[in-house]
């Protein structure tokens, strides 16, 4: 090979690696399908993605772009070794992206590349991205907005089952901030593991959760005869004369089983309350809480968290106690639990699937 076209070579690839960040840039997926051979393939390992072929790299694309708020990506040169009509060679990245979700990443990264010289000219045969470095805190900027062309802030897929990978990693940020932590399949797994967890005999509260009631777990505490229900006793008592102690033996049963309307992947709990009867027991009046949280209530962040609250928990539940009571619902009392500071007393039951509010 003439030295001549060793250069054109080089330089016909380093434009095949610019326009693949342009294409991506400006979300045009068709133009970056065209960039790769007819059965090239991108690879995306921590995604996981595996994209094999022009019309799985324009349709999974698109769906990975239709996730973001806003995305930008600076890509360095690196290598290429050339051999003949194929070629290596390695691009060195910086992205910075926002969800719709809300969830915010810093990341250096490394395509590593396989080309191939065609008839259209230079190809992607294969692009891996291997991340190196990332970083979920939240950003300090934003994408700028015009005057001119304002746009409503993005909205959030709120009843959205959380992926296995999002699952894992809140239930690492919990346990590390003492509370237990067990991921299950499904409310079934849930029902039966709350019998294991609670002795029988065992005076316990459930806190209103639509969660407890889908599962059938409320049904179990409350009408079993296997525990002595705090709600079932409370009935039979005098609103008027015996208030106090209604109150006493709400806040400090000996288990208290509820839910929460978020859970965060940095570790924390939000409870969201109109009376505020479940929140003392929660936030450390029982001696053991236990919470069953489906898939759907796990966010990024406490603010993505309490914007799930207002934007999407409070109008069902409202919607379901003017049907119960003739009266709506109200965010009179929030309760954030940031960890548990008495190992063993807080069990959080991590659903795989969604359930409830």
């Known amino acids: 090979m003439s030295d001549f076209q060793a250069i054109a070579d080089r330089v016909e690839i380093e434009a095949l690696r610019g326009e693949f960040t342009d294409a991506a840039m400006m979300h045009d997926r068709a133009r970056l399908a065209t960039l790769f051979t007819h059965d090239g393939a991108l690879r995306i390992p921590d995604v996981p993605a595996e994209l094999v072929g022009r019309e799985q790299i324009r349709s999974g694309g698109e769906q990975l772009q239709s996730q973001w708020d806003f995305f930008v990506q600076n890509t360095h040169p690196g290598m290429i070794q050339l051999d003949g009509d194929t070629a290596t060679g390695r691009t060195y990245i910086q992205e910075l992206a ?173 409870a969201a309350s109109a009376s505020g009867s479940q929140l003392a027991g929660y936030s450390g009046a029982a001696p053991r809480a236990i919470w069953i949280v489906g898939a759907q209530k796990v966010v990024p962040d406490l603010d993505t968290a309490l914007r799930r609250v207002e934007e999407h928990c409070l109008p069902l539940e409202n919607e379901r106690a003017m049907k119960a009571y003739g009266v709506p619902s109200a965010l009179n009392r929030l309760l954030i639990l940031n960890a548990e500071p008495h190992p063993g007393r807080g069990t959080v039951l991590l659903l795989r699937e969604a359930i409830g509010f």
């Open 98 to 270: 926002r969800t719709l979700d809300g969830r915010e990443v810093l990341n250096y990264a490394i395509y590593h590349d396989r080309y191939q010289r065609t008839g259209e000219g230079w190809k992607f045969t294969e692009r891996v991205y291997e991340v190196r470095y990332l970083d979920t805190t939240p950003l300090a900027g934003s994408a700028p907005r015009t005057a001119e062309a304002p746009v409503d802030p993005p909205a959030t897929p709120f009843a959205d089952q959380a992926s296995e990978q999002r699952l894992e990693r809140t239930a690492a940020a919990l346990t590390a901030h003492g509370f237990t932590v067990e991921i299950l399949d499904d409310a079934a797994a849930a029902r039966t593991r709350v019998k294991d967890l609670i002795p029988e005999g065992a005076s316990v509260f459930t806190g209103a959760s639509e969660t407890l009631r889908l599962s059938g777990i409320d049904e179990d505490i409350n009408t079993s005869g296997r525990y002595e229900s705090v709600k079932a006793r409370s009935t039979t008592m005098d609103r008027a004369t015996q208030t106090a102690e209604i109150w006493r033996m709400i806040a400090c049963p000996d288990v208290i089983v509820g839910s929460v309307a978020a859970v965060t992947e940095t570790g924390s709990l939000v």
